[in-house]
Protein backbone atom coordinates (compact mmCIF):
# COMPACT_ATOMS: atom_id res chain seq x y z
CA UNK A 1 0.00 0.00 0.00
CA UNK A 2 1.77 3.42 -1.38
CA UNK A 3 1.53 5.83 1.31
CA UNK A 4 1.53 9.71 2.41
CA UNK A 5 1.88 10.73 5.96
CA UNK A 6 2.07 14.28 7.13
CA UNK A 7 1.44 15.58 10.86
CA UNK A 8 -1.56 16.83 11.06
CA UNK A 9 -1.18 19.53 13.13
CA UNK A 10 -1.99 22.13 13.98
CA UNK A 11 1.38 23.77 13.52
CA UNK A 12 1.46 27.36 15.01
CA UNK A 13 4.10 29.57 14.13
CA UNK A 14 5.03 33.28 14.85
CA UNK A 15 4.59 35.92 11.91
CA UNK A 16 7.65 36.18 10.23
CA UNK A 17 9.36 32.89 11.36
CA UNK A 18 9.81 30.04 9.36
CA UNK A 19 7.30 27.70 8.80
CA UNK A 20 8.82 23.58 8.10
CA UNK A 21 6.18 21.51 6.77
CA UNK A 22 6.99 17.51 6.10
CA UNK A 23 6.01 14.59 4.81
CA UNK A 24 7.16 11.17 4.49
CA UNK A 25 5.90 8.34 1.26
CA UNK A 26 6.98 5.05 1.41
CA UNK A 27 7.30 3.93 -2.48
CA UNK A 28 10.53 3.96 -3.54
CA UNK A 29 10.17 4.68 -7.41
CA UNK A 30 8.37 7.98 -6.91
CA UNK A 31 8.98 10.31 -9.47
CA UNK A 32 7.57 13.28 -8.54
CA UNK A 33 6.33 15.41 -5.51
CA UNK A 34 4.02 18.20 -5.31
CA UNK A 35 3.02 21.06 -1.98
CA UNK A 36 -0.52 22.32 -2.36
CA UNK A 37 -2.18 24.46 -0.36
CA UNK A 38 -5.90 24.90 0.63
CA UNK A 39 -7.43 27.67 2.25
CA UNK A 40 -10.89 26.67 4.45
CA UNK A 41 -13.09 26.12 2.07
CA UNK A 42 -11.53 26.27 -0.77
CA UNK A 43 -9.92 23.89 -3.92
CA UNK A 44 -6.74 22.72 -3.10
CA UNK A 45 -3.88 25.13 -4.99
CA UNK A 46 -0.75 24.12 -6.47
CA UNK A 47 2.38 25.79 -4.47
CA UNK A 48 5.56 24.00 -5.21
CA UNK A 49 6.55 20.74 -7.24
CA UNK A 50 9.98 19.30 -6.93
CA UNK A 51 11.48 16.13 -8.96
CA UNK A 52 15.21 15.78 -8.42
CA UNK A 53 17.19 15.92 -4.90
CA UNK A 54 17.44 18.71 -3.07
CA UNK A 55 16.77 22.62 -3.25
CA UNK A 56 14.13 24.39 -4.93
CA UNK A 57 12.67 27.66 -3.49
CA UNK A 58 10.32 29.88 -5.12
CA UNK A 59 9.70 33.24 -3.51
CA UNK A 60 9.40 32.72 0.28
CA UNK A 61 8.67 29.19 -0.47
CA UNK A 62 11.35 26.44 -0.62
CA UNK A 63 10.51 22.66 -1.40
CA UNK A 64 13.40 19.68 -0.28
CA UNK A 65 13.60 16.32 -1.56
CA UNK A 66 15.78 13.17 0.03
CA UNK A 67 14.69 10.46 -1.89
CA UNK A 68 17.31 8.32 0.09
CA UNK A 69 15.19 9.05 3.37
CA UNK A 70 12.34 9.11 1.41
CA UNK A 71 11.10 12.74 2.58
CA UNK A 72 10.17 15.80 1.09
CA UNK A 73 9.79 19.30 3.04
CA UNK A 74 8.43 23.03 2.64
CA UNK A 75 9.87 25.77 4.20
CA UNK A 76 7.91 28.98 4.31
CA UNK A 77 10.44 31.81 5.13
CA UNK A 78 9.09 35.31 6.42
CA UNK A 79 5.51 33.43 7.55
CA UNK A 80 2.43 35.79 7.31
CA UNK A 81 -1.12 35.70 8.27
CA UNK A 82 -2.22 34.68 4.66
CA UNK A 83 -0.03 31.54 5.08
CA UNK A 84 -2.72 30.16 7.12
CA UNK A 85 -3.86 26.94 5.95
CA UNK A 86 -3.84 22.82 5.26
CA UNK A 87 -0.55 22.32 3.34
CA UNK A 88 -1.36 19.05 1.66
CA UNK A 89 1.82 16.86 0.34
CA UNK A 90 0.84 14.63 -3.12
CA UNK A 91 3.45 12.22 -4.31
CA UNK A 92 3.65 10.29 -7.79
CA UNK A 93 4.64 6.98 -8.33
CA UNK A 94 5.10 5.40 -11.36
CA UNK A 95 1.95 5.86 -12.76
CA UNK A 96 -0.08 9.24 -13.05
CA UNK A 97 -2.16 9.20 -10.17
CA UNK A 98 -0.93 10.60 -7.25
CA UNK A 99 -0.76 9.50 -3.52
CA UNK A 100 -1.92 12.14 -1.20
CA UNK A 101 -1.08 12.92 2.43
CA UNK A 102 -4.38 14.18 4.64
CA UNK A 103 -2.37 17.52 4.99
CA UNK A 104 -0.79 19.92 7.98
CA UNK A 105 -2.76 22.75 9.43
CA UNK A 106 -0.73 25.69 9.35
CA UNK A 107 -1.52 29.02 11.67
CA UNK A 108 0.49 31.96 11.43
CA UNK A 109 0.01 33.63 14.86
CA UNK A 110 0.65 38.15 14.08
CA UNK B 1 -10.76 27.06 -20.57
CA UNK B 2 -8.20 28.72 -18.51
CA UNK B 3 -9.12 26.32 -15.32
CA UNK B 4 -11.00 23.81 -14.81
CA UNK B 5 -15.30 24.62 -14.05
CA UNK B 6 -17.06 22.64 -11.74
CA UNK B 7 -21.28 22.83 -12.29
CA UNK B 8 -23.14 23.37 -10.30
CA UNK B 9 -21.06 25.05 -7.38
CA UNK B 10 -23.78 24.25 -5.00
CA UNK B 11 -26.30 21.94 -4.85
CA UNK B 12 -29.55 20.66 -2.29
CA UNK B 13 -30.82 17.59 -3.05
CA UNK B 14 -34.17 15.60 -1.52
CA UNK B 15 -32.71 12.10 -0.40
CA UNK B 16 -32.85 9.53 -2.69
CA UNK B 17 -33.23 12.07 -5.57
CA UNK B 18 -30.61 11.66 -8.68
CA UNK B 19 -28.15 14.58 -9.19
CA UNK B 20 -25.36 15.09 -11.81
CA UNK B 21 -22.55 16.61 -11.15
CA UNK B 22 -20.39 18.43 -14.11
CA UNK B 23 -16.29 18.87 -14.49
CA UNK B 24 -14.78 20.94 -18.07
CA UNK B 25 -11.17 19.80 -17.43
CA UNK B 26 -8.44 22.45 -19.19
CA UNK B 27 -8.24 22.23 -22.73
CA UNK B 28 -6.03 19.43 -23.75
CA UNK B 29 -5.83 17.45 -20.85
CA UNK B 30 -5.16 14.38 -21.06
CA UNK B 31 -6.11 12.97 -17.59
CA UNK B 32 -9.01 13.95 -15.54
CA UNK B 33 -9.63 13.03 -11.91
CA UNK B 34 -12.74 13.23 -8.99
CA UNK B 35 -12.24 13.08 -5.39
CA UNK B 36 -14.46 13.87 -2.68
CA UNK B 37 -13.34 15.99 0.53
CA UNK B 38 -16.07 15.74 3.70
CA UNK B 39 -15.66 18.69 5.77
CA UNK B 40 -12.64 18.58 7.73
CA UNK B 41 -11.43 15.52 6.17
CA UNK B 42 -8.73 15.09 3.09
CA UNK B 43 -9.26 14.12 -0.36
CA UNK B 44 -10.90 10.79 -0.98
CA UNK B 45 -10.05 9.13 -4.68
CA UNK B 46 -13.44 8.30 -6.31
CA UNK B 47 -12.18 7.66 -10.36
CA UNK B 48 -9.93 9.03 -12.63
CA UNK B 49 -9.72 9.23 -16.32
CA UNK B 50 -6.20 8.66 -18.49
CA UNK B 51 -7.26 9.43 -22.28
CA UNK B 52 -9.04 6.48 -24.17
CA UNK B 53 -7.83 4.04 -21.31
CA UNK B 54 -10.46 2.50 -19.32
CA UNK B 55 -11.20 4.30 -16.05
CA UNK B 56 -10.01 3.72 -12.78
CA UNK B 57 -12.61 3.23 -10.85
CA UNK B 58 -11.40 1.61 -7.68
CA UNK B 59 -12.47 4.65 -5.90
CA UNK B 60 -16.17 4.67 -6.29
CA UNK B 61 -17.95 3.88 -2.78
CA UNK B 62 -20.67 2.11 -4.06
CA UNK B 63 -22.90 1.60 -7.10
CA UNK B 64 -24.67 4.60 -6.88
CA UNK B 65 -22.31 6.62 -8.30
CA UNK B 66 -20.96 6.50 -11.63
CA UNK B 67 -18.92 8.42 -14.46
CA UNK B 68 -18.26 9.27 -17.75
CA UNK B 69 -16.26 11.40 -19.85
CA UNK B 70 -16.76 12.10 -23.48
CA UNK B 71 -14.59 13.05 -25.71
CA UNK B 72 -11.77 12.84 -24.24
CA UNK B 73 -13.07 16.53 -22.55
CA UNK B 74 -16.62 17.49 -20.15
CA UNK B 75 -16.94 14.31 -17.57
CA UNK B 76 -20.33 14.16 -15.42
CA UNK B 77 -20.02 12.52 -11.90
CA UNK B 78 -23.60 10.64 -11.36
CA UNK B 79 -24.87 9.58 -7.98
CA UNK B 80 -28.05 8.00 -8.18
CA UNK B 81 -30.45 7.27 -5.30
CA UNK B 82 -28.51 10.05 -3.06
CA UNK B 83 -28.38 9.60 0.82
CA UNK B 84 -27.45 12.09 3.46
CA UNK B 85 -23.51 10.51 3.85
CA UNK B 86 -22.81 11.92 0.11
CA UNK B 87 -22.98 15.04 1.52
CA UNK B 88 -19.73 16.39 0.87
CA UNK B 89 -17.50 18.70 -1.40
CA UNK B 90 -16.76 17.07 -5.01
CA UNK B 91 -13.66 18.35 -6.64
CA UNK B 92 -13.01 17.54 -10.08
CA UNK B 93 -9.05 17.96 -11.09
CA UNK B 94 -7.08 17.35 -15.02
CA UNK B 95 -3.49 17.30 -15.04
CA UNK B 96 -1.12 16.82 -18.82
CA UNK B 97 1.03 13.72 -18.11
CA UNK B 98 3.10 13.87 -14.85
CA UNK B 99 2.20 17.24 -13.89
CA UNK B 100 0.57 18.54 -11.29
CA UNK B 101 -3.48 18.61 -10.78
CA UNK B 102 -5.17 21.66 -11.40
CA UNK B 103 -8.70 21.49 -9.59
CA UNK B 104 -11.53 23.15 -10.47
CA UNK B 105 -13.79 25.18 -7.24
CA UNK B 106 -16.23 22.44 -6.53
CA UNK B 107 -19.27 21.25 -6.22
CA UNK B 108 -20.85 21.54 -2.38
CA UNK B 109 -23.91 18.47 -2.64
CA UNK B 110 -26.29 18.85 0.04
CA UNK B 111 -28.18 15.94 0.99
CA UNK B 112 -32.05 16.67 3.00
Known amino acids: QKEVEQNSGPLSVPEGAIASLNCTYS??????FFWYRQYSGKSPELIMS??SNGDKEDGRFTAQLNKASQYVSLLIRDSQPSDSATYLC??????????WGAGTKLIIKP | GAGVSQSPSNKVTEKGKDVELRCDPI?????LYWYRQSLGQGLEFLIY????????KSGLPSDRFSAERTGGSVSTLTIQRTQQEDSAVYLC??????????FGSGTRLTVV
Open chain 2, 93 to 102: ASSLEKNGYT
Open chain 2, 27 to 31: SGHTA
Open chain 2, 49 to 56: FQGNSAPD
Open chain 1, 27 to 32: DRVSQS
Open chain 1, 50 to 51: IY
Open chain 1, 90 to 99: AVRPSNYQLI
